[in-house]
């Protein structure tokens, strides 16, 4: 029988697909570890769960999933658009922001188009580029920060995407407001910039991307449910762009990809002030820490600005898998060219004190 490999799509067949962090679900099975003694810290997931108040509507919303969702997204995308004074022609909602990443991809990428990404930045970039037949420019990052000078240097006519992530996953590092808005003024009319802010609700202040989107700039900015508001699972993020960029991007999104449980939780949990407080501040509590703790076990890390710290550990597949066999799950970094470091998330306080003590033994012996 002829291999489907040998006449798949060429640009299929040497991709390596996407691996996230491993479920608790499996080290259990693997292991055999009992599923209660083993924590996950490899996901970047909101260590207090759902909102509350996400739950409850989704209880009470339960009894009409044999009805076909809001396939326009009307109130969610209603309330994302009032709270950032933006109208609901501005919204896109996606399957997870990762959604929004393909529909820039259907809708602006040809094979021989390039896109620009920082030579550490979200992997999940370069796999949808490779899937539209587009070549990925990595422009290194000199300390791990998106060098926006190097980025906007290597724009070309063939240039058609900019991902800037910010904070920057796996780095955690930041750009700021005033390296944002000269980058802005060298990017030509052709090229979309899209910046992946899943991570925007851990900062204090927050650089103002928005005002592009309100300018008519050629611009999308992701965002997520899946952090802060604690919706991993539900798989719902939303895109913020100019009402004729939006138009577009809508034309590729197919029929229900917003589930009617997802919208109704993401309604609430946006309205939940008190649950993404509670988050942000046991997150900064746990990023503190975490960085202390590895300042005293000498270790390298890079002070971050997101629910995760990206730490240097010698071989990181073997502290990962060291680590893992004591029941804690943390992110080795080898597919993102960093095989020495680990992604460790930032849990709930005794989550966070086990998975030091036991890289202690890990690491110092």
């Known amino acids: 029988m002829l291999d489907p490999c040998e006449f798949s799509n060429q640009q299929l067949r040497d991709l390596v697909p ?43 919303a339960a009894d009409q999933v044999n009805i076909y969702p809001d396939g326009g997204g009307w109130k969610l995308r ?66 791990f920060v998106h060098d926006l000078e190097a980025m906007a240097d290597a724009i ?21 407001q005033d390296q944002i808005d000269h980058f802005m003024e060298r990017v030509p009319d052709h090229v979309i910039v899209i910046f992946d802010e899943a991570y925007y609700e851990f900062l204090d202040s927050p650089p103002d991307t928005l ?12 965002r997520t449910f899946s952090k802060i508001q604690g919706l991993a699972g539900l798989r719902i993020g939303y895109g913020l762009a100019p009402s004729g960029l939006a138009s577009v991007l809508q034309k590729t999104r197919q029929p229900f990809n917003a589930n009617h449980l997802a919208q109704e939780a ?3 949990a946006l309205a939940d ?7 942000k501040t046991i997150t900064d509590e746990g990023r503190q820490f975490l960085q202390k703790s590895f300042d005293q076990m000498g270790l390298e890390y890079l002070p971050s600005y997101a629910n995760f710290v ?10 990962f898998d060291a ?24 849990g709930k306080n005794e989550e966070n004190q086990r998975c030091v003590e036991l890289l202690k033994e890990v690491v110092l012996g």
């Open 156 to 176: 070309t006519a063939q240039t058609k995407e900019i991902f800037i992530a910010n904070p920057n996953n796996p780095t955690g590092t930041l750009v700021t």
């Open 310 to 319: 990206l730490v240097k550990v010698g071989d990181g597949d073997a502290v």
């Open 211 to 222: 005002k592009y989107v309100r300018e008519g700039r050629n611009v999308v900015v992701m």
């Open 78 to 143: 209603n309330a994302i658009a009032e709270k950032f004074s933006l109208s609901m022609d501005n919204v896109v909602l996606g399957n997870g922001s990762n959604e929004i990443i393909e529909f820039v991809g259907h809708a602006f990428l040809s094979p021989g188009d390039q896109i620009i990404a920082a030579e550490h930045a979200f992997v999940v970039y370069k796999l949808m580029a490779t899937l539209f037949g587009a070549e990925t420019i990595e422009v290194p990052d000199p300390g």
């Open 273 to 279: 002030e008190e649950h993404q407080f509670r988050t």
């Open 18 to 60: 996407y691996e996230p962090g491993k479920p608790i679900e499996d080290v259990a099975r693997e292991l055999g570890i009992d599923p209660d003694d083993i924590i996950k810290l490899a996901s970047n997931e909101n260590p207090l769960g759902p909102s509350p108040k996400a739950v409850e509507v989704m209880k009470s």
């Open 323 to 346: 680590l893992l066999r004591k029941g804690v799950i943390v992110r080795a970094m080898r597919s993102y060219k960093l095989p020495e470091w680990v992604r460790i998330s930032i």
């Open 266 to 268: 993401a309604l609430a």
